[in-house]
């Protein structure tokens, strides 16, 4: 559903450029500012938190222009990447990582063995409906794997339609979306099988970790 909408002229003109400005907006003209140049960059300090957190092999879900999966596998992590978005896919195989173009609703590979899963950089978004990725996201991840999520550093918890859009005037097809602050994620949490294993703040955002709970 969502695919048509990345793989917009915008978001692939921004990721094959490695900048912005790039946005997603609502019907109203809000706009949400998506980092371009952060996710084509390095991993900064915050992500550094992230990458220290996971377990042996790890599914980066909307993995973007692909810098955690790299990084992950220069550690010598089993990574995979997967994206809505082929440009981003094609990014994160030329600077070393490995990516599907797939979305996380899609069969994928190792489902139900992955240590870690990671929804980073806004994307507990994706589908618009965060109930529906957390039960996604516990058939991915093996009995008692973990799940880390950047969350919106307020106490929010909204459904959107938005659309990508450059700031001036080209913009992509409209889409649901979501963002959700760590309260909200904890309580989708308990109604979908995960319990809090942690919680923290790097570089002014927010990250919480959930771990599947075993079945009794």
């Known amino acids: 559903?969502?695919?048509?909408?990345?793989?917009?002229?915008?978001?692939?003109?921004?990721?094959?450029?490695?900048?912005?400005?790039?946005?997603?907006?609502?019907?109203?003209?809000?706009?949400?500012?998506?980092?371009?140049?952060?996710?084509?960059?390095?991993?900064?300090?915050?992500?550094?938190?992230?990458?220290?957190?996971?377990?042996?092999?790890?599914?980066?879900?909307?993995?973007?222009?692909?810098?955690?999966?790299?990084?992950?596998?220069?550690?010598?992590?089993?990574?995979?990447?997967?994206?809505?978005?082929?440009?981003?896919?094609?990014?994160?195989?030329?600077?070393?990582?490995?990516?599907?173009?797939?979305?996380?609703?899609?069969?994928?590979?190792?489902?139900?063995?992955?240590?870690?899963?990671?929804?980073?950089?806004g994307n507990v978004g994706i589908g618009g409906d965060p109930r529906a990725l957390l039960r996604r996201v516990a058939e991915l991840v093996a009995t008692e794997g973990q799940l880390i999520v950047e969350t919106a550093p307020l106490d929010v918890d909204e459904r959107v339609q938005v659309r990508v859009f450059d700031g001036v005037d080209a913009q992509g097809t409209a889409f649901p979306w979501a963002r959700v602050g760590a309260p909200a994620l904890l309580r989708y949490g308990r109604e979908t099988g995960w319990s809090l294993r942690d919680t923290w703040e790097a570089a002014g955002r927010h990250f919480v970790a959930l771990r599947q709970e075993a079945a009794v």
């Open 1 to 121: 559903m969502t695919a048509p909408a990345w793989q917009a002229d915008p978001y692939t003109d921004a990721l094959r450029t490695g900048r912005g400005p790039l946005f997603l907006r609502r019907p109203d003209g809000w706009l949400l500012p998506l980092e371009v140049e952060r996710w084509c960059a390095e991993p900064d300090t915050a992500d550094t938190t992230v990458l220290s957190r996971t377990g042996r092999s790890v599914l980066d879900i909307g993995c973007g222009p692909g810098r955690l999966v790299a990084a992950l596998a220069a550690r010598g992590r089993t990574a995979l990447g997967i994206d809505v978005s082929r440009e981003a896919v094609a990014r994160t195989v030329r600077i070393g990582g490995s990516a599907l173009h797939r979305s996380v609703f899609d069969p994928l590979p190792r489902e139900g063995s992955w240590d870690t899963a990671l929804l980073i950089d």
